[in-house]
């Protein structure tokens, strides 16, 4: 496998895909409260929104979009499974219908695409013909971006995880490792949408850094190259840390997480309007919208190994 450090930076449309936790098979449960990219990126966007996703833990509509990006992920994934030679675009296309047949029976999923009649097939995108022949295209522009048959993984799907000095434990999966012969480290994150535009490329790369933190934190290695591949326009973003930015951001985690922690011990996460407020799903219980959220479970979050400072109920 060859570590490549080529420089490939392009401005274009924003993914405007909803946020989403990974739901990958054999998933652990963390031992008690951690910080993930996403739930990070959450309590920065909107602390409101942190709080409906982790502390009451409300359901939320899958997307085909978001479906559609897990779908690409697991197919990507199976593809290492094959040896080199046969990890063609022919092959990857016929990883797409299995990968779909054991994701669709995932709760929510085969309830977005509506049943046609009987004997009609829409290739309309918004249609199960379609959506499958657009997730297909994106497998096939993943061979644009690199040569499946000189890489072998050093990890796919891998759970990574450090507890910081501090106690904060850091937690995330990256879609692929590579390890070189030198023992430089390559984070590889694929992405079903369009390159960010140059003001989201930090909040791009925000997780890459994470999981650069927690390889270095866990391996004493800064990954020589953070490689963000965007399947939608066939380009890719890369970029190489360094030890004193890796320090930077893990403080700027530990300030995340004090925050955090003061609010669930307050009870107090305040809604923080802004464009992501078009693809949440908590509109109705938002006071930014007119709603009302409901009473902060102060239970389940101590019952889930938060500090609250909140009354809890006595029972026994
Ligand atoms: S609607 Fe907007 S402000 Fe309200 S919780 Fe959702 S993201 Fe936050």
Known sequence: MTVTLETQQSAGPVAEVAPAERTTAGDTAPRRP????????????????????TIDR????????????????????????LPPAGRTVEAARTLVEPAWAELREEPGVAELFAALPEGEVSADEDGLDGW????????ETYFRLEDPTRIQPHGREELVEVTLPDGLLLRGYVDRLDVAPTGAL?????????????????KALFQMKFYALVL???RGVVAAQL???????????????DEAELLRFERTLQAIWAAIERAVATGDFRANKSRLCSWCDHQALCPAFGGTPPPFPADAAAAAGWRTTLPLTVTG
């Not at 910080?35 to 920065?44: E, G, H, N, Q, V």
């Not at 359901?59 to 697991?74: D, F, I, M, N, Y």
């Not at 499958?132 to 497998?139: I, K, Q, T």
């Open 186 to 202: 390559r984070v590889v994150d694929y992405k079903t949408g369009g390159v960010p535009r140059e003001a989201f490329e930090a």
């Open 34 to 53: 951690s910080l993930s990219p996403s739930r990070a990126a959450d309590f920065k966007s909107c602390p409101l929104l942190y709080r409906f996703r």
């Open 58 to 81: 409300l359901p939320e509509r899958k997307s085909k979009a978001a479906v559609r990006g897990t779908l690409v992920h697991a197919v990507l994934e199976k593809l290492y499974d």
């Open 227 to 241: 490689k963000l591949l965007y399947l939608k326009d066939g380009d890719a973003l890369t970029y190489s840390p």
């Open 132 to 139: 499958l022949a657009s997730a297909g295209e994106l497998v």
């Open 216 to 218: 270095w934190r866990t």
